[in-house]
């Protein structure tokens, strides 16, 4: 039979208290708060033996089948009542073994002492009754000789280890674990990385100690073997059992290794694991507001002793509770506001409101770069979150929780310009008898202790010339030796002053390599990396001049100088990468960053040394960062700088823009006496700046002259009959909307060329199109509506209005009046932009109509939006399929029953959109989750409350057609009584 007797211990990381259970079904539900840090440790007990029983005496009788005494020795054993698979042996198994002929007489008494043989050997198969040993050593007082066969054998058995001798590099005893949320294909593979959670990667567990050990001998002789029924015999159950444990565990031919073989053996495995679901990029890690519908919260860690055998495994499974942030298990938001997080020096501190309950503050780490579940840099979920408990004090109605912000940045084994921390509090709510997490806002992390090399500028480091947008940045650093191929990563991270917080603004991939070089000699190579086409020469100490595109490149100084030259663009994107909901800026320019971390900004006057017109300027703070192929930190100091705002003005300080039917001209005029152009840089995009690569590109330098990337498209015209101009040939473009980018630097009267310094620059934007009407143009007046949604009189309806001015979203009922006029009735048609219909009578919407409720309570581009958002689609719901989940036992008779079915019903909606459908359908996808409204399928109820699983669009009978897969949110379930 197999014994065992298993122990348990929690330590949540939110506690650190260790709570020991004496059996896995003592332990209740864990708790796990976002981040939350979990250590579980298993102790198993276990021994597999047979032995004769006291009211089951045959239980271990056997005949002798068959014994072998010539090299290599085996023996056959048959039982004549039981079973050896059911008892638990199995091939492989290293046993000991005393057969007595009496099992009521002890093998050492000293009247009379039962005859006996002894086996150490290795299990060769087991078949039902039947097991045949092959002999590694043999003891005993009667002979080994055909005589045994004579006797009725009454059989000690005990499995030493179930080590496979043929295959040593498998552990006796091996532990398996497995994490299935509700929800997960399987428990072995991580879903966010992909990644089995044993391989060491960012999701993997942390296997802190896998133990296999024998127990030792115990100081009471009768603990020393398997205590049985078996105790009254004609010498005493504990003499005759004593005989024989005294006897193996002294029997010198077992290795010391396997001794005692009396005892239990011991199985440990301590493991830590980590919440680290709030990972998930569906999730949004730097929101505040819950997301319930896109993970489930139950989940189950299931641990498997397998003692070298697939059916011989003992199984303990623990129920967790992944909880979700500032929301109730029931999906109830929270009341508590949320927490603040800072920085102070080197100390993090969060501040949430003092409540009864509250359970105390937490710091982890947190990304906005799901490709870190696939790093094998962090080696586990801990490394992950780095979940830590800080020191709490109370502060009359506040907790402040303080922490060492080296406790969790020390070794950094991540991207850290991807990576944010952010405070976690618990609070226990009485009412609801549960605790609830609370998450603060994230907060950058402070790079300085990672840096390992200082990177020089070489821009100008006066403010009198503030970057325009696709000026660069040139920096550069020194190595001794040969610069690394490979991928440097750039970031640029910025900050109103040296009291703010930090906020990365823009992010680059410089390739470097064979396939980006453009140009190599014995001591230098250059390389165009980024795609981004500078044109012009770039001027670096000692007069050394780089032409062309190169954007990064090298020259050796010495033999052991490389001095490595990169240029950066500043940020110029019309479209920013938004990381935080309160930093929105209008554009990804370094202008409109700067404004949103909330800069100084002022005009410089017309008619200054430096302007000749007016110019709107903002200053902060920039320091770049570059991680190498090696993955080195290395940055620039701190420095102020000065961004200027683009202009969309035909003329803004020397440079004028002209358009006629087919040209687009960019004119620097020579009446006035101008300055001189020292670079002009012309970039065409298709509609919006979101790429560093133009469709077309020209430039002009007075050392290289004027070049172009496409002469059919942009032509430059510099030095005939003294001209300065580009010009666009819009014949030669396709139909479409383009945006123009002109960038000018002049002459400042200064040293020309003085290194990283320009002049007064133009930093201009221009939007045309070619072969559709232009935006200044009349409009084509918009047809009549082909559809027209059914309002009802008197019926309510919820909706939600954007506030431009503020980026928020309110919630609005609208009662549908007698007729459709007012001020009510223009809000809420300004929001849906469709023409309604009156009607009295309710019973227009059995005719194919559907009401759509999307329930928000979620973040969209990083706005909160909470409340319902109504729209009425022609259209219909059926059910599509059904999905089903199970969970079974296995009875007696290995038949498997289920305990528990769950059925959740799948639907489809298909719907017949129009312009305005289209438009409320991809505003209402957003929503956590719908309320669907049945007018037509009398089978169905008269409200669903559903997911949206999929929505596939196409064209059917001439109309846009949406087919929407949904799925119930709360599953029924049939239980087995």
């Known amino acids: 039979m197999i014994v065992t007797d298993s122990i348990v211990r929690i330590t949540p990381g939110s506690t650190s208290i260790t709570t020991t259970y004496n059996s896995p079904n003592l332990v209740p539900i864990i708790n796990l708060c976002p981040y939350e840090h979990l250590k579980v440790e298993y102790e198993i007990l276990h021994r597999i033996y047979l032995i004769p029983l006291r009211t089951q005496e045959n239980n271990a ?35 000991a073994l005393v057969a007595s002929t009496d099992p009521n007489r002890s093998i050492n008494a000293a009247n009379q002492p039962v005859p006996y043989i002894s086996i150490y050997g290795v299990v060769e198969k087991v078949s039902a009754n039947v097991m045949n040993i092959r002999i590694l050593a043999q003891g005993g007082t009667l002979a080994y000789s055909p005589i045994i066969a004579n006797f009725n054998w009454h059989l000690y058995i005990f499995v030493l280890t179930p080590e496979r001798r043929n295959r040593p590099s498998v552990l006796p005893a091996q532990f398996t674990t497995i994490f299935k949320r509700f929800g997960d294909v399987d428990g072995e593979t991580s879903p966010l990385s992909g990644l089995r959670y044993v391989e060491p990667h960012a999701d993997a567990l942390l296997i802190e100690a896998d133990q296999y050990q024998i127990l030792p001998l115990a100081a ?59 990972y998930r990029a569906e999730y949004n890690t730097l929101a505040r507001a819950p997301q319930k519908g896109l993970y489930h919260e139950n989940a ?27 929301v109730f298990s029931d999906g109830t938001p929270t009341s508590i506001p949320t927490p603040t997080i800072s920085q102070g020096g080197s100390t993090l501190i969060s501040r949430t409101v003092n409540l009864t309950g509250y359970r105390g503050g937490f710091f982890a780490l947190t990304t906005d770069n799901n490709a870190h579940h696939l790093s094998e840099q962090i080696r586990h979920q801990h490394d992950l979150t780095r979940f830590s408990a800080g020191t709490s004090f109370i502060s009359g109605s506040f907790v402040d929780s303080v922490l060492p912000a080296a406790t969790i940045l020390t070794d950094l084994r991540r991207n850290p310009f991807e990576t944010y921390i952010v405070a976690v509090h618990k609070y226990f709510d009485s009412t609801k008898n549960e605790e609830v997490a609370v998450l603060s806002d994230v907060l950058p992390v402070d790079i300085d202790e990672g840096i390992v090399k200082h990177i020089s500028w070489l821009n100008d480091s006066s403010l009198n010339f503030p970057y325009a947008r696709f000026s660069n940045f040139l920096v550069s650093f020194s190595e001794t030796e040969r610069p690394q191929f490979g991928e440097y990563q750039v970031y640029i991270r910025a900050r109103k002053d040296q009291n703010s917080p930090i906020y990365t603004i823009q992010n680059y991939t410089f390739k470097i390599d064979e396939s980006t070089r453009i140009s190599q000699t014995a001591t230098s190579e250059a390389f165009y990396a980024l795609h981004y086409a500078h044109q012009y020469f770039i001027p670096v100490p000692p007069n050394n001049f780089v032409t062309g595109r190169a954007d990064a490149y090298w020259i050796q100084v010495n033999p052991t100088q490389f001095n490595m030259y990169m240029s950066i663009p500043v940020p110029s994107f019309d479209q920013p990468v938004i990381r935080r909901y309160d930093i929105r800026p209008k554009d990804g320019s370094l202008y409109e960053w700067f404004l949103a971390l909330g800069a100084p900004s002022f005009t410089i006057p017309s008619g200054s040394l430096l302007w000749s017109t007016p110019q709107n300027v903002a200053d902060a703070e920039v320091r770049i960062y570059v991680v190498t192929p090696r993955g080195e930190i290395y940055a620039t100091p701190w420095r102020q700088v000065r961004a200027m705002k683009s202009s969309s003005s035909l003329s803004l300080h020397w440079t004028l823009v002209t358009e006629t039917a087919n040209f687009v001209s960019i004119v620097w005029p020579n009446a006035g006496n101008p300055p001189a152009v020292l670079k002009a840089n012309v970039k065409l995009f298709l509609e919006n700046i979101n790429t560093l690569k133009p469709i077309a590109e020209a430039a002009y330098d007075p050392l290289t002259g004027a070049k172009t990337s496409d002469v059919g498209k942009l032509i430059p015209f510099f030095g005939f009959f003294g001209g300065r101009l580009f010009i666009i040939n819009k014949q030669n473009l396709q139909p479409g909307r383009y945006k123009l980018h002109v960038i000018a630097t002049f002459d400042d009267n200064d040293t020309l060329y003085e290194t990283g310094q320009g002049g007064y620059v133009d930093d201009v934007d221009y939007t045309f199109t070619v072969g559709i009407p232009p935006e200044h143009q009349i409009p084509i007046p918009k047809a009549e509506c082909c559809y027209e949604p059914p309002l009802v009189q008197n019926e309510v309806i919820s909706y939600l209005l954007l506030d431009t001015a503020t980026n928020t979203y309110s919630q609005q009922n609208f009662t549908v009046p007698s007729n459709l006029a007012g001020a009510a009735y223009n809000t809420f048609r300004s929001v849906y932009e469709c023409c309604f219909k009156l009607y009295t009578n309710s019973a227009i919407l059995r005719e194919n109509f559907v009401d759509v409720i999307a329930l928000f309570d979620n973040r969209v581009n990083n706005i909160q939006i909470t409340g319902q958002h109504w729209m009425r689609y022609r259209g219909f719901i059926t059910i599509d399929s059904y999905e089903t989940t199970e969970e079974s036992y296995v009875k007696a008779s290995l038949e498997v029953e289920p305990v528990l079915r769950t059925f959740r019903r799948r639907y489809k909606l298909e719907l017949f959109l129009s312009d305005c459908d289209i438009r409320q359908l991809d505003f209402q996808k957003l929503a956590r989750r719908w309320i669907v409204r049945n007018y037509t399928n009398s089978l169905l109820p008269n409200e669903l409350e559903v997911l949206v699983q999929s929505i596939d669009l196409s064209t059917e009978y001439n109309k846009l057609k949406a087919t929407i897969t949904l799925i119930d949110v709360k599953p029924d379930e049939y239980r087995h009584r």
């Open 61 to 95: 009788r056997a005949q002798v089948l068959h014994y072998k005494s010539t090299a290599p020795q085996s023996i056959s054993f048959r039982l004549t009542d039981n079973d050896f698979y059911e008892e638990g042996f199995r091939e492989g198994d290293l046993i």
């Open 220 to 278: 009471n002789s009768v603990d020393n073997f398997p205590l049985s029924g078996y105790m009254d015999t004609e010498n005493g159950f504990v003499e005759v059992m004593n005989s024989i444990a005294t006897y193996l565990n002294g029997w010198t031919s077992i290795p010391a290794q396997y001794r005692p073989v009396t005892t239990y053996r011991r199985a440990l495995r301590r493991i830590r694991l980590a919440n680290f679901f709030s």
């Open 300 to 326: 189950d860690l299931i641990t498997k002793l397998i003692l070298n055998s697939d059916d011989r495994e003992l199984t303990i499974p623990l129920r967790l509770r992944l909880m979700h942030a500032n």
